[in-house]
């Protein structure tokens, strides 16, 4: 039988089957322990694995769901160990909120790939309770998984703590962020305009691969792309063929490599970061044939969360985000499906988490 808390009374919006529709939910959190931090969310960001989850695509789902891992908040509390927060602080929280703090990853800070990681939501705590998400009045989460909020960044950006690491990381960990190499960042949704962000500030020449040309003047003008292809167009796909030091590919759904890999200069790396629910095709021959790299990537560690949210601060950097209100959730979830948000969707949990 599932185990759950007594002691703490929390409130959020759950799912509670494969429908995904988000309802309020009463819960609770465990009592603040000598390492834990708790606080109050204030923004919760929608990332496009919430909806994955909240549909079982990955065939792994728990319900009750709450969702949300790209968490703001202000510290209401501390345990008696607690070292680098105090009360008022404000946090953020991304995808994990524990680890074995033992094996090789997580030595190396690297507990994005430790293989006892808990995952924020739908994943099982060390207590056998199961984890709950951001969307929600209330986290409580050891101080090691929780970094610092820089002062200068607004807290609406929380979605830096998922859709900004998972670029960040990658671009970094394959040498992607040298100024003057050539990105190719396909999808141009909430992970791919942090990807065109990220990569102009590290000097990079950007080129937008999105499914149809309504988003290119927004890329051009408004995000900072230096071009942009239109995925399904073939010609415009051939004309670019060889272009690409790189590639960072965010597509949630199945789609077709080959047209990506044949962007790629020789040696050129395909990052893919998108999580869609069945495998896709790998042609091998354009890899042999050009020494080329496809690879993946996921979230990152908490030293390199820090960096990152840090390195956003400096050089403002923040995502373009539209902050709705709790009960707009599940119209969200249904315009995150069609791609009609520019650029990810943040719930106002502080103003709108209303429990009457
Ligand atoms: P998102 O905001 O929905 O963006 C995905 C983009 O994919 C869309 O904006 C769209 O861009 C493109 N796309 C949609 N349907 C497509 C199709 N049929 N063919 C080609 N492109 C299509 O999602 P997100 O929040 O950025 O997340 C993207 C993926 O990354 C999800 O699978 C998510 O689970 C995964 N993810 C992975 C990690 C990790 O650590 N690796 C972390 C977070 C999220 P255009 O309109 O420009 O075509």
Request: hydrophobic share 40%.
């Amino acid at each position: 039988m599932e185990k759950t808390h007594e002691n703490v009374k929390a409130f959020g919006w759950a799912a509670r089957d494969t429908f995904g529709v988000l309802s309020p939910f009463n819960f609770s959190r465990r009592v603040t322990g000598e390492k834990d931090v708790q606080f109050k969310v204030v923004y919760c960001g929608i990332c496009h694995t919430d909806l994955h989850q909240l549909k079982n695509e990955w065939s792994n789902s728990i319900y009750p769901m709450v969702p949300g891992h790209e968490v703001v908040g202000v510290v209401t509390e501390i345990g008696t160990k607690v070292e680098k927060f105090k009360i008022g602080d404000k946090v953020g929280v991304g995808g994990l909120v524990e680890s074995c703090r033992k094996c090789e990853n997580c030595d190396n800070d690297l507990e994005n790939y430790c293989r006892d990681q808990i995952m924020t939501y739908n994943g099982v705590y060390t207590d056998g309770t199961t984890t709950y998400g951001g969307y929600s009045d209330i986290m409580v989460t050891n101080e090691h998984y929780v970094v610092h909020w820089p002062e200068n960044l607004p807290m609406e950006a929380a979605p830096l703590l998922c859709a900004g690491i998972t670029i960040y990381s990658p671009l970094k960990y394959f040498g992607l962020d040298k100024p003057g190499m050539h990105i190719g960042v396909v999808g141009l949704g909430g992970l791919g305009h942090m990807a065109v962000k990220f990569a102009k500030v590290f000097g990079t020449k950007v080129t937008v691969i999105s499914t149809s040309l309504s988003k290119k003047d927004e890329a051009i003008e408004h995000l900072g792309a230096d071009s942009f292809l239109v995925s399904r167009d073939p010609d415009q796909m051939q004309g670019a063929a060889g272009s690409l030091d790189g590639i960072i590919d965010t597509v949630s759904v199945i789609h077709p490599l080959l047209p990506l890999i044949n962007l790629l200069k020789t040696r050129g790396k395909l990052a893919m970061l998108g999580a869609p629910e069945k495998p896709l095709e790998l042609p091998v021959f354009p890899l042999l044939l050009g020494r080329k790299l496809v690879a993946g990537s996921f979230i990152g560690g908490m030293k390199e969360t820090q960096e990152m949210v840090d390195f956003a601060a400096k050089h403002s950097i923040t995502p373009d985000v539209e902050v709705v209100p709790m009960d707009y959730v599940n119209t969200a979830f249904e315009r995150l499906l069609k791609s009609n948000v520019k650029y990810r969707f943040v719930l106002d949990i502080g103003n709108t988490l209303n429990k009457n």
